[in-house]
T-cell receptor
Framework: DQQVKQNSPSLSVQEGRISILNCDYT??????FLWYKKYPAEGPTFLIS?????DKNEDGRFTVFLNKSAKHLSLHIVPSQPGDSAVYFC???????????FGAGTRLTVKP | GAVVSQHPSRVICKSGTSVKIECRSL??????MFWYRQFPKQSLMLMAT?????????EQGVEKDKFLINHASLTLSTLTVTSAHPEDSSFYIC?????????????FGDGTRLSIL
């Protein structure tokens, strides 16, 4: 039962360009969405989040967009840097953190 | 910021061994901690929710007698993989959220790579 889907397993982008990572969800009860970044052999690191009352949240080079009607969110990284190369997980929860569901992840490679 | 420490980072042991993994919140109290499992190139799958002072809540398909969880204090949860077999080999990660917060990101440990020979 994949309630959170990241359909692109990988993405390759040139340094300085925009990286767009996509995520879809099926559970309309989700009201809190997060993006995590993960390096090999490490736990995920929180990157940015958005609540369902908003459609955009920006933090430096990272912006998350939420389209509730389409049950879709995306993470934009601009400009992309080689250090951004990692696996990015989309996550969603309903009402609180007790039932957070993760997508399968997208491996981002930023080429110098 | 909130820090979660997980130990050990890597375990290699023989089939039939029981392995204990610790998850500690270092600078906050966590009434609830979460245990995830990740297979190669797959998502983080929630195994169970660990509740301080009470029984853990297991996700469907996760054997509670196989994966024993103890949350004895507000800063420590342990996951014991009992009589581990090669199919239990995986990457196990814990997370926690400070007590009394809602709609806040979970903070993850660095994970434990378990390899059963």
């Amino acid at each position: 039962d994949q309630q959170v889907k990241q359909n692109s397993p990988s993405l390759s982008v040139q340094e300085g360009r925009i990286s767009i990572l996509n995520c879809d969800y099926t559970n309309s009860m989700f009201d809190y969405f997060l993006w995590y970044k993960k390096y090999p052999a490490e736990g995920p690191t929180f990157l940015i989040s958005i609540s369902s009352i908003k459609d955009k949240n920006e933090d430096g080079r990272f912006t998350v967009f939420l389209n509730k009607s389409a049950k879709h969110l995306s993470l934009h990284i601009v400009p992309s840097q080689p250090g951004d190369s990692a696996v990015y997980f989309c996550a969603a929860s309903a009402y609180n953190n007790n039932d957070m569901r993760f997508g399968a992840g997208t491996r981002l490679t930023v080429k110098p | 910021g909130a820090v979660v420490s997980q130990h050990p980072s890597r375990v290699i042991c023989k089939s039939g061994t029981s392995v204990k993994i610790e998850c500690r919140s270092l600078d906050f109290q966590a009434t609830t901690m979460f245990w995830y499992r990740q297979f190669p190139k797959q998502s983080l799958m929630l195994m169970a929710t660990s509740n301080e002072g009470s029984k853990a809540t297991y996700e469907q398909g996760v054997e509670k007698d196989k994966f024993l969880i103890n949350h004895a204090s507000l800063t420590l949860s342990t996951l014991t993989v009992t009589s581990a077999h090669p199919e239990d080999s995986s990457f196990y990660i814990c997370s926690a959220t400070p007590t009394g917060t809602s709609n806040q990101p979970q903070h993850f440990g660095d994970g434990t790579r378990l390899s059963i020979l």
